[in-house]
């Protein structure tokens, strides 16, 4: 099965980082290192699908994919 993207960056506006599951609309969590981030991201994913199936609605398939630019020289 394949699982979501994530992507972790530094805030400097939050002067921390930030993870976010683009396929899941609004997860996303706060941590003062990557991994902090990371394993709060894992928390909000859970809540996340754990809400959606309790409100009956659909799960989004795993789907985001960033592209990859390569130089050609």
Known sequence: MKDYHINIFFSDEDEGYIADI??????S???RTPEEALAELEKAKQAWLE???AAGKAIPVPSYRPAIYQAVS
Do not use: V
Request: glycine share 8%; net charge negative; proline share 8%.
């Open 51 to 53: 809400s959606a199936r």
């Open 29 to 31: 969590a706060f941590g």
């Open 22 to 27: 683009p396929d899941l609309e609004c997860c």
